[in-house]
Nanobody, 124 residues
Framework: QVQLVESGGGLVQAGGSLRLSCAAS????????MGWFRQAPGKEREFVAV????????YYADSVKGRFTISRDGAKNTVYLQMNTLKPEDTAVYYC?????????????????WGQGTQVTVSS
């Protein structure tokens, strides 16, 4: 049974930082593309970042480029999202997702497994 468990969300002031973690189990982590998405109230789920199988390929949404960094630790089967210079518009529930495709994709329909989400709130 595949499980993705996010942690690290919380309340932070604008300009601050948070690091989200997503621990994966029940899948071959080294052959899984991992992504982060977010969903704000009243809005559709949107792509944030993705990292390829070996971590050499990353891709970011324009809205977070230069502020967020995605990384993965194969020894811990964990993917991270380091979020710096946070803005109020980053407030959302953040979801970890796993894709069995080898390509780094930003389409939510390309992901096979999802975590339960972690709330990030950025105050102004």
């Amino acid at each position: 049974q595949v499980q993705l468990v996010e942690s690290g969300g919380g309340l932070v002031q604008a300009g601050g930082s948070l690091r989200l973690s997503c621990a994966a189990s029940g899948l071959t982590f080294s052959k899984t593309t991992m992504g982060w998405f977010r969903q704000a109230p009243g809005k559709e789920r949107e792509f944030v970042a993705v990292i390829g199988w070996r971590g050499g390929s990353t891709y970011y949404a324009d809205s977070v480029k230069g502020r967020f960094t995605i990384s993965r630790d194969g020894a811990k089967n964990t993917v991270y999202l380091q979020m710096n210079t946070l803005k109020p518009e980053d407030t959302a529930v953040y979801y970890c997702a796993a894709s069995l495709w080898a390509t780094t994709t930003d389409g939510p329909n390309e992901y096979h497994y999802w975590g339960q989400g972690t709330q990030v709130t950025v105050s102004s």
